[in-house]
């Protein structure tokens, strides 16, 4: 997996070069977003743990994993935000159910 990811950050450091105001621009909103403010860094981070689950983005998974435990988090704290993106995302699935049965009914 390591080689995996160098290999994605160089191509990311490429991406930077075709466009490199919005990238620097989004790597800065990104990294002033996760500081302490009204909610902690911590906070941030394992927010941003369950959004990643949620989204499917293996990247985050890494990123904000690795975020939340630099910033404190303890391996309960990271999968308690797990299950409640869990809730959230089969909540979900179970609130659009009623379009399938709206679906089949037309």
């Known amino acids: 997996m390591v080689g995996v990811r160098h290999f994605q950050y160089s191509r990311l450091k490429e991406l930077s ?3 490199e105001g919005a990238f620097h621009a989004f790597v ?7 500081k302490d403010g009204a909610i902690s860094a911590k ?3 394992l927010i941003a743990v369950a959004s990643a689950h949620t989204t499917g983005c293996p ?6 994993t690795k975020g939340a435990k ?3 988090a303890t391996k309960e704290e990271v999968a308690e935000a797990i299950f409640v993106a869990t809730a ?3 909540g ?3 609130a659009h159910s009623v379009n399938a049965l ?3 009914d037309e």
């Open 17 to 19: 070069n075709h466009h």
């Open 28 to 34: 800065d909103f990104d990294q002033k977003s996760m």
């Open 43 to 45: 906070d941030k981070e």
């Open 59 to 64: 990247y985050c998974i890494d990123v904000h």
């Open 70 to 72: 630099q910033q404190g």
């Open 88 to 90: 959230l995302k089969a």
């Open 92 to 94: 979900s699935a179970i």
């Open 102 to 104: 709206n679906a089949y």
